[in-house]
């Protein structure tokens, strides 16, 4: 039985209709890509349809929602997936997951038991709809296919040099491994060599993608590339371990590190323009076991997104840190862990001081971003130029505002003290678990308590979580249970503070769709804070416990960082997953399954791939500038 006469059976399409959809698709023997057009066409959902396939041809069916690692698709050779139409989904227990369009070609079976043979792994048969084997044929295009051409070009090559070798032709010391990373004369790099499309390829999917950071990690038999897409390590790509010293070289090469040396990390930076944007990169090598692990922080954010409306604050939390950069003197603090969002934080305080009329300057390792207006300097401790004597030159540059990186030493938090009692606002960072946390860390560092009133004008605390898709999400009414446990979190929350509480009889959690896979694109920041006031003056020189310092903060209505998260959460910003990552504990019903994953799909590119050139007049001289 066909498909339209199976639906016809069903009640989905009228009976009298079923002749005239056979013959507008081709026939009864008509290909399921014409007759899923056919159907699509009259108002028959393409999700309907896959259903009744399946059903038709007693055949579990299979919805693409997600990227499908290139690791699975290697198993099925591209060309061999576009002429039978087939193509891997998944490997679970041992067993290669497949998907088909038409489980009745003859030819594709055989060619899947051949491949089955082939690979030494038993096949499962998955039915999929056309569009979804339409996606599956562009991830073969995407990241994983460009450096697969690009593999084989070098592979061509290899080739080519060994027979020129065996002729007398060339040395072995001029092999394309090495070619590829060298900068020619003239000072252009090579921009045909495999080894350069593969690292400017990784380079842009990871931009497109959104991601914050590239992982290239050598292994014993493989190079794992992997990118943090919303503060999620998902692995991207897998490369030959025999190319993995040509790809350390080429990054090397573009961050102005030596390549000589590969016993001891190093860093270094450089700037591309992908798409005609400047994007900057920091890059970072670890000397491993089987060769150099590679590390590049993508450091996107534009300047014009560093204000604080764009924060995700409250206005209670937007008032204390508008007031606190509005003062002439004192001492903020940021706290949070590394990958936490303090940098934009701070930059974005920054960019409510008038430039203009005040002298800023900052201390940073290293710095990342370049903000107009403010006079950057990078600490180098090797060299003995640290924080603690940056801050003491920082002074007799007549300053109005400092921005140190880091608090990270007793000496370093004793003169930001000074300097914030000397006339000077100090901002900067520090590491605790929490806002109150500040307290007792400076008096771990050896601040005196009757120090600290005086000039710390604000502690924050925060963390990033990750947001909802626009226009997603699942509403989650709040049962009985969870209630209770959101109601003991706010118990203590001052009357004349719980304005800012919307209403908790529901939430939001991760619905994956498809344009949306993971159901969460982005990340924000939510926050803690205290400023200081005459009670808490007094705890801090009575020497109260932290405990105690909590308990005057709340009564001035600051909210914790999770509560900040589960407010986002009843607004439809912030899964109510997230709250469980800030040490929540609450169970939520198992009805709807989230990507663990957290990225989502690569945009498809072109097939043409630039070339990467160097500029090394921009910026500074370790700065290199390419194109891609």
């Not at 562009?138 to 070098?154: C, F």
């Amino acid at each position: 039985m066909d498909l339209i006469s199976f639906l016809a059976d069903k009640g989905i399409v009228k009976r009298e209709q079923v002749a005239n959809l056979q013959r507008e698709a081709g026939g009864v023997s008509a290909s399921p890509m014409a007759v899923e057009e056919v159907l699509t066409r009259h108002g028959v959902a393409p999700e309907v349809q896959l259903s009744a396939r399946g059903e038709l041809y007693q055949l579990p069916t299979f919805a693409l929602t997600e990227v499908v690692p290139f690791d699975v698709l290697h198993y099925v050779p591209e060309d061999s997936a576009r002429y039978y139409r087939l193509a891997p989904v998944g490997v679970r227990d041992g067993v290669l997951e497949v998907g088909i369009t038409d489980p009745d070609n003859l030819e594709a079976r055989d060619a899947l038991n051949f491949i089955s043979n082939k690979v030494g792994m038993p096949y499962k048969l998955f039915l999929i709809s056309g569009a979804d084997f339409e996606r599956l044929l562009e991830q073969y295009k995407g990241l994983s296919g460009e450096v697969g051409r690009a593999l084989s070009e070098l592979e061509t090559e290899n080739i080519k040099e060994a027979r020129a070798q065996q002729e007398g032709r060339m040395t072995p010391a001029s092999s394309s491994l090495e070619e590829e990373t060298v900068i020619e004369a003239g000072g252009t790099i090579k921009e045909d060599a495999p080894v350069t499309k593969i690292v400017e390829t990784i380079v842009r999917h990871a931009v497109e993608a959104n991601a914050s950071d590239i992982h290239i990690e050598p292994m014993s038999d493989k190079t794992r590339v992997r990118y943090r897409v919303d503060g999620i390590l998902s692995t991207n790509l897998t490369l030959p371990s025999k190319v993995h010293a040509a790809v350390a070289s080429r990054i090397k090469v573009l961050s102005n590190m030596r390549l000589d040396e590969k016993r001891k990390p190093q860093d270094g930076r450089f700037s591309a323009r992908v798409g005609g944007k400047r994007i900057d990169f920091r890059v970072s090598t670890f000397p491993t076991y089987w060769g150099e692990k590679v590390e590049m922080r993508i450091l996107g954010i534009q300047a014009a997104e560093w204000r604080l409306d764009n924060l995700g604050l409250t206005d209670h939390n937007l008032r204390l840190l508008r007031e606190a950069i509005q003062k002439p003197y004192g001492l903020i603090l940021i706290s949070g862990p590394t990958g936490s969002g303090k940098s934009t934080t701070l930059f974005s305080l920054l960019s409510e001081v008038d430039t203009e009329t005040k002298n800023v300057l900052s201390l940073e390792d290293p710095v990342e971003y370049t903000i107009p207006g403010v006079s950057q300097s990078q600490v180098r401790p090797e060299i003995g130029y640290t924080f603690a004597n940056g801050l003491r030159t920082t002074l007799r540059q007549d300053p109005n505002v400092i921005m140190v990186g880091e608090i990270r030493d007793k000496e370093t938090a004793g003169l930001a003290v000074q300097a914030a009692l000397t006339g000077h606002l100090v901002i900067s960072t520090i590491h605790t678990n929490d806002a109150v946390g500040i307290i007792p860390r400076l008096l771990d560092m050896g601040v005196d308590p009757y120090m600290i009133p005086p000039t710390l004008v604000l502690g924050v605390a925060q963390r990033l979580v990750r947001t909802l898709c626009p226009g997603t999400g699942e509403t989650m009414v709040v049962d009985d249970g969870i209630k209770e446990m959101l109601d003991k979190q706010f118990v203590d929350v001052p009357e004349e503070f719980r304005s800012e509480i919307p209403k908790l009889d529901h939430v939001y959690r991760i619905k994956p769709t498809p344009e949306c896979p993971s159901g969460t694109r982005g990340r924000t920041a939510v926050f803690e804070m205290f400023g200081m006031t005459p009670e808490l003056e007094l705890a801090i020189l009575a020497g109260k416990s932290q405990d105690d310092l909590y308990r005057v903060v709340r009564t001035q209505g600051m909210l914790t960082i999770k509560e900040d998260a589960i407010i986002k959460s009843a607004q439809g910003i912030v899964p109510f997953e997230e709250v469980n990552t800030l040490g929540g504990e609450f169970d939520l019903p198992d009805t709807t399954e989230a990507s663990a994953s957290g990225s989502a799909p690569l945009e498809q590119l072109s097939e043409d791939v630039g070339a990467l050139s160097t500029d090394r007049g921009q910026d500074t001289p370790s700065t290199t500038e390419v194109e891609i």
